[in-house]
């Protein structure tokens, strides 16, 4: 008996892929051919549904979807009094109930509200997801309410209808009824279900297995074995005809899809309408049997596809309008034949539709290596879309990895499609060839470079295209396309860079941040210099952000060696010229450590080799901070301290004061030490770094000054050791030089009488009203009691009047009151009144403390006597030394006026020259200006005003200033060399001497050189400018020595190995000896005279060090060695590293042949005799194992060559298709003639009937 299968839209998917057909190998091994039934290999189509038809499966795609429903919902329900489990009297909201329902609404997520219904029932209200309510609604079931228990008994085998699948039927009956369902495992025999939770649960959970039992009990089950290759007939075309079936009998049909080798069909319902199905189904089969007859015919693999059609559709639409199955063989089986079954009226028109549907579409194939892909469908699909705009219906498929490109379309275009990709392929394979290398993938970003830089370069370079896999690839291969050429140059340099690469190490250098600023120097000079030396080495500096002391060097393992200890001396460096040394110098003398232009302190830096800064012209730091290396700062620093040493009278002296009383002697943040040095005239105290254990304080100032600090510090350092007590103390900031006084005159006594130390705050202090006293504690007592009473004082505030001539008026308010500033700021703020300008008084108004007002009052009679006294004198300077006089911004002469307190009036420049103007040289022209008896020109007369003393010294200063010229003697020979290159010599030493030096002219062949400047400057020059004749003396003997020559003969063929590469050799011997050497110019006539010129013994003993090289060269011998030349690029290396390596460790030379040269393969060695032999044979060697290397990858190249079309093997036949159960292996039945046109006559054509025929006996 035979049986029929339903062809589902599922089932054919899963049939195209060979699922099913796994399914039906099942434990049949692979590699034993498995042979499939007829109807396994052709499955039938289904028939479509028929409308209205509830027991069929959904029709149309619209009925899969469902409708749209709200995904929150909520559900009321009532758990009455009796039946709740807490029924505490607490406060409604409060009890366990509401701590449970938190705790169900944490577990579930769902919203749940409680209130309470007048007859004391609760009533719960749960809003949430479906599923989150059911859960909610089962939890507050069995916690809140009374459980009760009953049993259903249902027959065993309807247990398993009640748990549904995987237990899914059970979980819902459960949530919806709120109740707890246990049946019977399968091996218990009882057939009781036990139901637990609520009355009214109960009760719904028992009428619902009972409704399911009731349920299977109607139903019926029939199993009918029908040939599967007739299902397609009972599902009818589009599974129309069991559907209809289903309809009319409302039982449930189901037909195994073709993938499953099974004959059964299943019918389900109630027993009568399964009988019914059941009766129709085997009409259907009995009659299929008897009238159908197959046919099989040969089609190509590659149509069948399109027989099939789109989800079997085709299939589908044959047996709809011919009403002939077809029987395809599956996707995976190598078989072309295809079975038609059906009545053999209805198999002609059947094959005609199936041959039809075959040629409608063609398949084919052109074959492309892989990488030229990519360039077939061109930039952006460029040429590929073009020929699929021209050709719509043409499908063109590359598959990544095969060479195979596929056309699906209509036969005629597909023709043109593929003769132009054809062309395509043809004109890139002429002008385009691809390499692929194997690159590790650790060095492929090194490869790219940075921003692309490197592989961009050999693109552009070469003109190809190399393509480098992404990391997630995890591939080592690396494809170059393009120009033949340009492919094997691409390949060549990027292999060296994998070589390269592969040698690289890296190396972490542990570098203080603090020094990677001065390691990169500024722009970046010092590391280029760095990176200039080492340019195969990668320097990379951590970001200043990240606080990182690493430093990674990347490059060859030698280099990034060099590059590490070549950084770490540069850092020794660093560190040992990082020492510093601060020195305090006085504030007037700095202008004299800068120099003229900075010509003193720029001296000193450059011969001491230190950094040097001074602090800014309005800070009020003496320090001069040196930097550099400990010996260089301790030279510059006494350098610096000999120069105040000259300029004043200054003097060092140390005091010895135990270490351990030192930081009481400095203070709090230096206030005891800073007090002291200002005390003393602001000399400069020097204490011990900490730790040193040093006992050695330095006092350096004036001689005066420096003694009284020695005494007070010694003091103050026998009042530390003994009970020393310090006392703070307030004072308004404007009190505090009234307090010290002028000149300190005031607190100096207070100390006097009490014996106690009293610092005011500095500058610098936060809390400028803070006054220390320090001392015995007697002292500081009493000390304490007088500064209150000054202070007290000070805070009473008086008016007082005083007298003064309006004529002095102008004094006091000129300068926008300067003087009136001077005094608030020295008398505790005192505020001075003048009467306003135009007002005829004499009475000026003071008011604040009254000690200040006091002193305020005598202050003003002290300047009002100065200005009684007053007298002015004339000083008598020519004009042109008037600029020198008043120095640089009038500061020469601000400095005299401050010294001696008087007034400097200078003249109206006059531009005139009078016939009395004769310049003043050689002499004292401070006593020709003293004893001068004709009358003075108006220009050169200075006015001094002030008291008669003070005008007489400030004119003695000034006439001091006024520059004064001597002659000096120098060879005229000399002079040159006194000016110095631009000018240089002469101007250092103006700048250093502070005077001018004046050289005559050439043309007048004079030995004179005049000097002008300020006395005291003129011996420093006059020595200066002596000490350089002598110096330059001292050159011209030594020059003459310096200029002896010798000459040797020497064969210039030994002339290039005497300099040496790039000069090394030569440039040795001339360091080595001092001399010059000078070879021949290639025009000269005598080739072989080598010049030496030096001192004598010198210039000798560089001719023995030549003579010496060229006996060395006389013993070498060249000889020539043939090395094949396509080895000559492995031997020399990148950049001729490996040849220089051989060169040096044989001790020889050698020499390549220069392209185009007539014997490419012949080398030259020249050595030793014994290096010679020695570096031949290692060449040799090297030959042999390159050799092996470049034979064996041009054999593996030749083997890589694409075959040509005509050396490939024909296939060998293709195998048949075999089925089982096929309809042409019936004893009646064969397969018809397809060349025959009897069996297949064409359309209007008369054949004569034969007596049997292949279609079967005709039916009347």
Known sequence: MSSVAVLTPESFAEHRSGLGDQETRGGVPEDEAYIPTYLEAFPPLPEKGVPGDKTGEPVGAWSKIRPIKSSVITQVFHVPLEERRYKDNSQFGEGEEAKVCLDIMQKTGAHIELSLAKDQGLSIMVTGKLDSVMKARKEIVARLQTQASATVTIPKEHHRFVIGK??????????????????????DPSNQIKITG?????????????????????????????????????AGPYNRLVQEIMQETGARINIPPPSISKDEIFITGEKEPVAQAA????????????????ISVEVKKSQHKYIIGPKGNTLQEILDMTGVSVEMPSLESSSETIILRGEPDKLGPALTQVYAKAKSVMVAEVTAPAWLHRFIIGKKGQNIGRITQQLPKVHIEFTDGDEKITLEGPTEEVEIAQNQIQEIIDDLLSRMDYTEITVDQKFHRHLI??????????????????RIPPDNEKSHLVRIEGDPQGVQLAKKELLEMVVRMENERTKDLIIEQRLHRSIIGQKGEKIKEVRDKFPEVIINFPDPASKSDIVQLRGPKNEVEKCSKFLQKIIADLIENSYSVPIPIFKQFHKNIIGKGGANIKKIREETNTKIDLPTENSNSEVIMITGKKANCEAARDRILSIQRELANIKEVDVLIPAKLHNSLIGAKGRMVRSLMEECGGVHIHFPSEGSGSDKVTVRGPVEEVEKARKQLLQLAEEKQM???????????????????????????????????????TADDRDQELITIVGREEAIKQAHKELEILIKNLDDVVEDLMLVEPKYHRHFVARRGQVLREIAEEYGGVTVSFPRTGVQSDRVMLKGAKDCVEAAKRRIQEII??????????????????????????????????DYDVQIKFPERDDSQGPDHHPQENGDLNSDLRDVDHTPRKCDVIVVSGRKEKCEAAREALLALVPVTVDLQVPFDLHRYIIGQKGNGIRKMMEEYEVNIAVPPPDQQSDIIKITGLMCNLERARAGVLERVRELQADQEDRALRGFKLTISVDPKYHPKIIGRKGAVISQIRKDHDVNIQFPDKGDDNQELITITGYERNAQSAKDAIMKIVAGLEEMVSEDVNLDHRVHARIIGGRGKAIRKVMEEFKVDIRFPPPGSDDPNRVTVTG??????NAVDHLLNQEEEYMMAIVESETMAAYMKPPSRGDVEPRGPAKGFVVRDAPWNAPCNKAPDMSSAEEFPMFGTVVAPR??????????
Not at 213 to 225: G, H, T, Y
Not at 868 to 879: D, F, G, M, N, T
Request: proline fraction near 4%; glycine fraction near 8%; charge should be positive.
């Open 166 to 187: 995987n237990g899914e039927k059970l979980q819902e009956l459960e949530l919806k009824t709120a109740t707890k369902i246990n049946i019977p495992r399968p091996d």
């Open 198 to 234: 609520t009355k009214e649960g109960i009760e719904k959970s028992r009428h619902e297995i009972l409704l399911i039992s009731a349920e299977q009990d109607k139903r019926a089950v029939e199993r009918i074995n029908l040939e599967k290759v007739f299902h397609p007939f009972i």
């Open 279 to 294: 009766i129709r189904i085997r009409k259907i089969y009995e009659e299929k049997k008897r009238k159908t007859t197959t």
């Open 449 to 466: 470079g940075k921003n692309g830089t490197n592989i961009n370069r050999i693109k552009e370079q070469y003109k190809v295209s190399v």
């Open 723 to 761: 009970n020393n007590c310090m006392v703070e103390l307030h004072a308004k900031q404007e009190y505090h030089k009234f307090l010290i006084g002028r000149g300190g005159g005031n607190i100096r006594k207070v100390r006097d009488r009490t014996g106690a130390r009293i610092i005011f705050p």
């Open 865 to 898: 006597g100065d200005l009684e006294a007053q007298v002015s004198l004339e000083c008598v300077i020519p004009q042109r030394f008037h600029r020198a006089v008043m120095g640089l911004k009038g500061s020469k002469v601000q400095q005299i006026t401050r």
């Open 1168 to 1173: 030793l005799p014994d290096d010679v032999d």
């Open 1251 to 1260: 007596q049997v025929s292949a279609w079967g006996p005709r039916k009347v």
